[in-house]
């Protein structure tokens, strides 16, 4: 400590006998024969000179000790008696040890001029100051500030204090001075920009902990980066306004391996669309078809980028110059279309498409209620799935397509055998477990995308593969290319095949349908009509209307006449009657309506597969007017 080495350095020769004997000299009259040499009479004011009663200067006789202020001598005894020596002021110590400007030097030398240094220990006492507020003491100035440094440099001695002992008074500080807290982790009262924080901090972890960083996000990864971040922010005093330190820390660390602020909506419920028109342009779909736009964005075109790629990297998947258009999916039920520079503006930075499937316990009254379609029209696709015949669910983005699908699919007894297809992501869960066990029989499979041909796996290729196991069902989560010519030459060996697709009606449907089996066959038009009219004898269309209500607008038959020529029969339609828009909300009335039976062709297949003829009456019976619905919806 500074009075130990201080003790150390310059107690090295005689010392006046009370001192010695812990007594104080009197003010002014060293003891004669006492005195150390160098003593030389009254100091002169600004010239260093020591006179009687005045302390020595430092050099001037052997072994002479260095004189201190009653404020250093304060602070030398405060820090060696508050860390294990003895302080003035602490119970058992002795007052003398305090420089009080009269050649008394501090208690913490023995007889022998040797440093006690567990004075404090042997005393067993701690420095508690007292209550009071705090004194301050001024020091004696000698001469003009230019001279005193210069003489400073040239007598490196200290300066005593001009207070006597009469004057002097302990300074009483408050417990809460003695305590370095806020002096290490008191966080800066100005605050600084998160953007540069996070940086700041992500350059130390990356430097520091690459091993943390680069792992995958375990709990005890996570906990670390966490705990060392807290850390670094603690120990340079960083603070950001707004932000406390834990939500600090939970924003840095999202931001290093989460995806920033998009992570508390893609992992939130009733989400199911993020859309990212610019760096500064998010959006969010909500599961009731409300749109709204965020205010939070990225940073920058660089910074969106780069949260992109860290989604990317989940599927493997690499955005770069080279490949600026990517899709790849977050987890089993998220999947993302990303577009980069030069595809878009170097200001936008990156456009990307989130879907999030949430899967939803739909039941079949849920359905009802909220007016999508009527108990009857889900009963009969229903039974269509289950007796043999292929469905496809068509419609626009949005239009509840997959909802409606996967809830259809939960109707499947479970000894029917289904094997599912889906793009990258997993949309649809069908394994259903009682007590722990698996009680249907499921197989479920995804497509694997891959810059290396050899390792890309594409729904044609798992089409081929599903008939090699034995299923009754097939599910094609959504046919947007080749992959519908194999899934209708599926459908015609007998396997009912379920599946979904983009287009405007039903009719249009199996025009949209030629379209995809185009790009895998060369075939003519009309061969092709034929071949999906009769992979798929049902259609049904979804659509979300200007209220953002769902409603299955209609189910229809392509029926097959015996001359090879194909009816399209409408089962069940939506008949809108009213729309109007009032105090800027959009009105739209209309009801459900059975307008035709199901055809014979169509009944025969069915009781060949073992419809109930019971069930089978109703669906050739003459639609029942009391069934009809009728709705009203507002938003």
């Not at 930075?349 to 999508?372: C, E, H, L, W, Y």
Request: with cysteine.
């Amino acid at each position: 400590m500074l009075g130990e080495k201080r003790s150390r350095a310059a107690f090295q020769g005689d010392f006046p006998e009370s001192v010695r004997d812990g007594g104080a000299a009197d003010a002014g009259k060293p003891e004669a024969g006492n005195a150390p040499s160098g003593y030389k009479g009254e100091r002169q004011k600004g010239t260093g000179q020591a006179g009687p009663g005045n302390a020595p200067e430092r050099g001037t006789g052997a072994g002479m000790p260095v004189p201190v202020s009653a404020g250093e001598a304060y602070l030398d005894s405060l820090l060696n008696g508050c860390l294990g020596g003895e302080a003035a002021g602490c119970p058992g110590s002795d007052s003398r040890a305090m420089g009080d400007g009269r050649g008394t030097f501090p208690a913490h030398t023995d007889e022998s001029g040797k440093t006690r240094t567990d004075a404090g220990k042997q005393a067993g006492n701690v420095c508690k100051p007292a209550a009071g507020e705090i004194r301050h003491i001024p020091v004696a100035k000698t001469g003009s500030s230019g001279e005193a440094s210069a003489e400073r440099k040239e007598v490196p001695e200290r300066e005593e204090s001009a207070e006597t002992e009469e004057d002097y008074d302990t300074p009483r500080r408050d417990v809460r001075t003695l305590r370095t807290h806020g002096l290490f982790f008191e966080a800066d009262a100005e605050g600084r920009d998160f953007s540069s924080v996070l940086k700041e901090v992500q350059a130390y972890l990356s430097r520091e902990y690459s091993s943390l960083v680069t792992a995958e996000g375990s709990e005890d990864a996570r906990a670390q980066i966490q705990r060392f971040a807290g850390k670094y922010i603690q120990d340079h005093r960083i603070s950001v306004p707004g932000m406390d330190t834990e939500t600090l820390i939970a924003a840095i660390y999202s931001e290093m391996a989460e995806f920033g602020f998009l992570t508390k909506y893609i992992y939130g419920e009733g989400i199911e669309e993020i859309d990212i028109n610019a760096w500064d342009d998010v959006e969010v779909q909500f599961a009731g078809g409300v749109t709204e736009k965020l205010a939070e964005h990225f940073d920058s075109p660089e910074h969106a980028i780069n949260v992109v790629r860290r989604m990317l990297h989940v599927s493997g998947m690499v955005l770069d110059d080279a490949s600026p258009s990517v899709l790849g999916h977050l987890s089993k039920n998220i999947r993302i279309a990303v577009l980069k520079t030069p595809i878009v503006d170097e200001d936008v930075g990156v456009a990307a498409s989130i879907r999030i499937v949430n899967p939803q316990s739909m039941k079949k009254q849920d359905f009802i209620k909220g007016g999508t379609a009527t108990g009857q029209m889900l009963d009969f696709l229903a039974q269509c799935i289950r007796y043999g015949i292929s469905v496809c669910v068509a419609g626009a983005t949005s239009s509840g397509k997959t909802t409606l699908l996967g809830w259809l699919l939960t109707t499947i007894p479970d000894g029917k055998r289904i094997y599912s297809i889906e793009n990258g992501s997993r949309e649809l869960a069908l394994v259903r477990r009682k007590e722990g066990k698996v009680v249907n029989s499921v197989i479920h499979t995804l497509t694997r995308d891959s810059e290396n041909e050899r390792q890309r796996v594409d729904q044609i290729a798992l089409l081929d593969m599903a008939l090699r196991f034995n299923p009754d069902i097939i599910v094609v989560g959504e046919m947007r290319g080749p992959e519908a010519n194999a899934a209708q030459e599926a459908a015609r060996t007998g396997v009912a095949v379920v599946t979904t697709i983009h287009s405007m009606s039903c009719d249009a449907t199996y025009r949209r349908m030629v379209s995809l089996c185009k790009r895998a066959v060369d075939m003519g038009d009309d061969t092709l009509m034929g071949f999906v009219t009769e992979a798929y004898p049902i259609v049904a269309f979804c659509k979300q209307l200007e209220n953002k209500d769902r409603r299955l607008m209609e189910i229809m038959e392509c029926e097959i006449l015996p001359d090879g020529t194909r009816k399209f029969r409408p089962l069940f339609q939506y008949q809108i009657t009213e729309n109007r828009v009032e105090n800027g909300k959009f009105i739209i009335k209309g009801s459900h309506k059975q307008v035709n039976p199901i055809s014979e062709g169509l009944a025969r297949r069915l009781m060949e597969n073992g419809m109930p003829q019971e069930m089978l009456l109703r669906l050739l019976a003459a639609p029942d007017k009391n069934r009809e619905r009728k709705e009203g919806s507002a938003l």
